[in-house]
């Protein structure tokens, strides 16, 4: 056991997603049972840390918390202490590594490990907090599961549930309206929840960034359907998905953060395209955005919280530093962080989409097997 460890902090960075209060509460319980530490929260992901920003952890605090969506810490995607933009009075913007006034900050709190809880731009700050000889363990989040070196994240099942409750749904109503109905789901750079989410709830199209599309197959499969009697079809879009030879649909840039690029709006563009293509169809058109990033936490994202917690703690108590823990098959083991996030230079944030779906992997051959049209070629009958 390392006894240099007495009191360690916990940040929860990046995009929120369920679970997170399930990581928090394992790693809290675990650390006052187990080992008889002391546990702080930074508020804010990083920012907290910079700011002083935090707030201690015991079991009262953490009890209760399991099943909730969202972080009761709070989070923020925009603090990388090694490049944080700031404003100039001419309205020019320096970046500034700040790093040092954080690790001031731990010292000057007696914290003396973290466990950080984040997506690829978190975990590549606990990556770099660790090159400063600070213990850090990450644990892996991200509803878009797009993170390499672990078979899944805690989040992704909990906005698969909700996607697949939101295409239920929309079925019916397009069933009793002969309409054709795009859905637009995140994922960033991977197409995983659209097509995991898709072939629970019947897609009959799923558009994913890794095979661009060509709208003439997309008709060809409603018409195939038309054809056959089901007079509506069901198509699900990832935001990352483009047409072939074309480009991602920018939503935003925001430039304070790590990974500027925000992709969306693509299924907009989908459905009015659509719209002129099948004009026998009303097109019609959801955007799931948010409502995939919270919810009652899944009883598996909830597990898969618990234990990386958990052993996130023991991993750092018996002298763990600079590694993430990660899910392979049925077992928590662990990895370098640099494994996970690449060893660049620090304060290089790496870009998310590590973990992409294979165009010829057994998910989408099984997909294209039962008829479900990816935009690519010519379509199966159902
Ligand atoms: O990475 C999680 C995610 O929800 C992506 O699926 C989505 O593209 C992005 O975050 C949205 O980010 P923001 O919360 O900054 O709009």
């Not at 006052?32 to 546990?39: D, H, M, T």
């Not at 906005?159 to 054709?180: G, M, N, P, Q, W």
């Amino acid at each position: 056991m390392n006894k240099k460890i007495r009191k360690i902090g916990i940040i929860t960075g990046g995009g929120d997603c369920s679970g997170l209060n399930a990581v928090i509460n394992g790693i809290t319980k675990a650390a006052v049972n187990k080992y008889g530490l002391e546990v702080v929260g930074f508020t804010r992901g990083y920012s907290g840390l910079y700011k002083n920003d935090y707030r201690p952890l015991g079991l009262r605090s953490v009890s209760g918390i399991m099943h909730e969506g969202g972080t009761i810490l709070k989070s923020s995607n925009k603090d990388n202490l090694f490049n944080l933009p700031f404003e100039q009075p001419d309205g020019s913007v320096i970046y500034k590594d700040v790093s040092d006034e954080a690790v001031k900050n731990l010292k000057y709190l007696g914290v003396d490990a973290l466990i950080v809880i984040g997506g690829d731009g978190t975990l590549t700050s606990a990556r770099d907090f660790s090159r400063k000889g600070i213990p850090v363990i990450g644990v892996p989040k991200t509803i878009d599961n797009d993170l390499p070196s672990t078979d899944v994240t805690f989040g992704y099942n909990t906005s698969l549930e909700t996607i697949t409750d939101a295409l239920d749904k929309i079925h019916t109503t397009a069933f009793s309206h002969d309409r054709v109905m795009v859905v637009e789901v995140m994922g960033r750079n991977s197409g995983w929840l659209a097509l995991e989410g898709g072939l629970a709830g019947s897609a009959d199209v799923i558009l994913i960034p890794e095979i661009p599309y060509d709208l003439t197959s997309v008709v060809e499969k409603i018409r195939q359907r038309d054809a056959f009697g089901r007079n509506f079809s069901i198509v699900v879009v990832s935001e990352g998905a483009k047409p072939k030879d074309g480009k991602q649909h920018i939503r935003e840039i925001i430039k304070d953060s790590a990974d500027s690029i925000r992709l969306g709006g693509i299924g907009q563009v989908i459905t009015d395209q659509l719209q002129e293509l099948v004009p026998e169809h009303e097109v019609r058109h959801t955007n799931l955005a948010y409502i995939q990033r919270g919810g009652v936490t899944s009883q598996f994202d909830r597990a898969l919280g618990l234990l990386f917690g958990v052993n996130a703690v023991d991993l750092l108590m018996s002298g763990g530093s600079g590694r993430m823990v990660q899910l392979r098959g049925r077992k928590i083991t662990s990895v370098p962080l640099e494994e996970v996030v690449g060893s660049g230079e620090v304060g290089e944030t790496s870009r998310g989409g590590g973990k992409t779906v294979d165009p010829e992997g057994q998910y989408v051959q099984a997909a294209k097997a039962i008829g479900i049209c990816f935009g690519d070629s010519s379509n199966l009958d159902e």
